[in-house]
């Protein structure tokens, strides 16, 4: 019963309503301005709110975070730019969509999505948080270096480029990942000698550069081409089109609670996840992955938003953050007098339960605003390029700057923009060399864990792996990633199924 | 792999990137150069943190990555190699044209500026220069535009999120806090 009257009273109280819609209005256009990340907004928040009592607080930063994460995928369809990383997959066939003159139609899609994907992993947090956090508690070193490996296999899988040049990005990006101080042992990386390089490059420099500024640097070559007007008239999807998809946003929500519930991992990961797991499942897409998809768009916002309620379970079961944001707030939880992790749980329940409560209503709220407001969010598009490219030009040097206040920043992001540029001339994928940059500190850490363990002999990590069954899951994961991803495999494929590759391109 | 969709041949969207399929852009051919010459350069490099060590070493990942940079990076560059060149086009009309290089160089100068002379200045010169270049419309429509958006981003930016961005010559705190002053009754 106080548990009920917990989860309720966000709903009852004017004030906390109040605050969780102001939160999530915020954070939808926070997460849409690239450069300006949720993990930045909650954290200027905590010193705002330092304070006010714990629930107001919690309200406002819950909803900034449900906002934020949905609020990525705006920028990403309208301007190929993904306002937050968990919306780098959305950007594959979220700008296809715009460019047709669908951005309408692709919000609507990806908010509803959202609400759903938001659901799902709110009710896993509710009802199953004890067991999949018990899940999570199973996992090794070797098994985030595993899932690690995995994450940048799907280099191939994520863009129709070709294998080597996304292996040769993906490697890239791990390397750029490594630049500055090793955290466990104190050794310069990749520093040679250079001050600037001591702190590391800021993975929102490396972003903001390659997604922001080589894009702007792109369309300068069709600074002439008038704009597609945006078709918004029907932004609700049809009941049809939502049917349609609900088997693969059950799976893709799936994804998203385990990924958003593995500490380290969040809506990022996952999102690249589910649009891999979306690519292999969906025999004949309306349009192909990468030209507009919708399942393009509903793999990666359903996961990423299910990885919310995810990145909550280990947070409050066990007191290690599911993310960043999580790992924010429960610094936040500690400047209010409280112990995130199991005895929380035991001790103030109704602190869960009004989490659960807020991130209810952020999620309604995320719905609401993210269907209303297009029309004016979609007059961006419509604006000439040659006022719009010198403005993502300056929001994208702002953003950079901001994230650190350090001109260094500024240079890193113009320095991965031009030459992203070329990489993109050259048919390099930048997802890849983000991805690679996300998950270089995960693999590199899990995998030194993993070898200290087993006393530096790489026949016992092996024998490791093929005794666990969770690691050998992973490990043949990896492998038939690999595989499937080989020109001999394509070969094989073809010689025995013929080319079915040509009918899903017409 | 699939193929590349000819008009996605610039790269435009990350879920097509650029490139032809069985051939070659100008310049590839030298990126695919500096690139195997960066990739050994970062292998040396990684060699240097600790060598072989240890397999736990703090040089291991980036030895295993940057080795793993040079094999991929030579494999593009011969098989590059090989390839024809794209007829018709050219670097200076379709990689490097004239306007990406001009507002390259001023995002060089903006980024040499925006410490010395300050967000405001540096911003309101791009953005009019920019947009005078790639518009070409008169200069009471460009710097009326230049001026509004950039009053817009510092409202958002400055006053908003309270961004702190390098204020240079522009006396920005003392204009704030007059502002202040001013709704505040001149208290």
Redesign the interface.
């Given at each position: 019963m106080d548990s009920l009257l917990a989860f309720l009273t966000v709903f009852t109280q004017p004030e906390l309503l109040l605050l969780v819609g102001l939160g999530t209005f915020a954070g939808v256009y926070v997460g849409a301005i690239p450069g300006l990340s949720v993990t930045m907004a909650v954290s200027i928040l905590i010193s705002f709110t330092f304070s006010w009592d714990v629930y107001p607080a919690i309200s406002l930063m819950i909803g900034i975070f449900m906002g934020g994460v949905y609020g990525g995928s705006r920028t990403a369809i309208l301007l190929n730019i993904p306002g937050a990383p968990s919306a780098i997959a959305t950007a594959l066939d979220g700008y296809p969509m715009a460019q047709r003159g669908e951005a309408g139609t692709a919000i609507g899609i990806t908010t509803v999505m959202s609400f759903f994907g938001g659901f799902i992993g709110i009710a896993v947090l509710a009802l199953a948080a004890p067991v999949v956090s018990d899940f999570a508690l199973k996992f090794q070193p070797r098994d985030y270096m595993l899932l690690a490996v995995l994450g940048i296999l799907l280099v191939g899988s994520l863009s129709t480029g070709s294998l080597v040049k996304g292996i040769f990005a993906g490697a890239l990006g791990i390397a750029i990942g490594a630049v500055g101080r090793d955290p466990l042992t104190f050794t310069e990386r990749f520093t040679f000698d250079l001050p600037i390089m001591q702190g590391g490059i800021s993975f929102i420099a490396v972003m903001i550069g390659m997604f922001g500024v080589s894009e702007a640097l792109m369309q300068l070559h069709h600074v002439d081409k008038t704009a597609v007007r945006q078709k918004i008239t029907r932004i609700v999807p049809s009941f049809g089109t939502i049917r349609k998809h609900l088997p693969l946003s059950l799976q893709t929500s799936t994804i998203g609670v385990i990924i958003g519930a593995l500490p380290g991992t969040g809506g990022d990961i996952a999102a690249l996840m589910a649009y891999d797991h979306a690519k292999r499942v969906t025999k004949k897409p309306e349009y192909p992955f990468g030209k507009g998809a919708i399942e393009g768009l509903v793999a990666p916002e359903t996961a990423n938003n299910a990885a919310v309620g995810g990145a909550f379970i280990p947070m409050m079961t066990l007191g290690i953050p599911g993310d960043a944001v999580t790992a924010i707030m429960i610094g936040a939880l500690f400047i209010h007098g409280l112990n995130p992790g199991p005895m929380l749980m035991i001790e103030k329940p109704d602190m869960f339960w009004f989490i659960v409560g807020a991130l209810v209503m952020a999620n309604f709220f995320m719905l609401l605003f993210g269907l209303t407001g297009i029309k004016l969010f979609t007059k961006i598009v419509e604006m000439p390029r040659a006022v719009l490219i010198p403005l993502i030009m300056l929001l994208s040097i702002v953003g950079a700057y901001a994230v650190n206040n350090a001109i260094s920043d500024v240079y890193w992001m113009l320095g991965f923009g031009f030459f992203g540029y070329f990489m993109r001339h050259y048919g390099y994928p930048l997802g890849p060399v983000i991805l690679g940059v996300i998950l270089s500190r995960l693999l590199d850490d899990n995998w030194r864990r993993a070898i200290i363990s087993e006393r530096e002999d790489l026949g016992r990590f092996f024998h490791g792996i093929v005794t666990s069954p969770l690691s050998l899951v992973l490990f043949i994961a990896v492998i038939l990633i690999f595989v499937s991803q080989t020109p001999f495999w394509a070969r094989a494929k073809k010689k025995l199924l013929g080319d079915p590759a040509e009918k899903v391109e017409q | 792999?699939?193929?590349?969709?000819t008009e996605h041949h610039?790269?435009?969207?990350?879920?097509?990137?650029?490139?032809?399929e069985g051939q070659r852009?100008p310049?590839?051919l030298v990126?695919?150069a500096v690139?195997v010459i960066a990739s050994l350069v970062?292998l040396w490099?990684?060699y240097g943190?600790?060598g072989f060590e240890?397999?736990?070493a703090?040089?291991?990942?980036?030895m295993a990555?940057?080795a793993?940079?040079v094999v991929?990076?030579l494999?593009?560059f011969l098989?590059d190699l090989r390839l024809p060149r794209v007829s018709g086009e050219t670097v200076a009309k379709d990689?490097l044209?004239g306007?990406?290089l001009i507002?390259?160089l001023m995002?060089?100068a903006?980024?040499f500026l925006?410490?010395p002379l300050g967000?405001l200045p540096t911003?309101a010169l791009?953005?009019i220069a920019?947009?005078k270049l790639?518009?070409?419309?008169g200069w009471f429509w460009t710097v009326g535009?230049?001026l509004g958006?950039?009053l817009l981003?510092w409202i958002v930016?400055r006053i908003v999120?309270?961004?702190?961005?390098?204020a240079g010559i522009v006396p920005e705190a003392e204009v704030i806090q007059a502002f202040r002053n001013l709704f505040a009754g001149g208290q």
């Open positions: - | 792999m699939s193929r590349i969709e610039d790269g435009t969207s990350d879920a097509t990137p650029g490139g032809y852009r310049g590839e990126f695919g690139m970062l490099s990684a943190i600790s240890a397999l736990s703090p040089g291991s990942v980036p990555t940057t793993v940079m991929t990076s494999v593009i098989r990689i044209p306007n990406v507002v390259a995002l060089v903006y980024g925006l410490k967000f911003s791009f953005l920019a947009i790639l518009g070409g419309r535009v230049a958006a950039l981003i930016f999120f309270t961004v702190l961005m390098p």
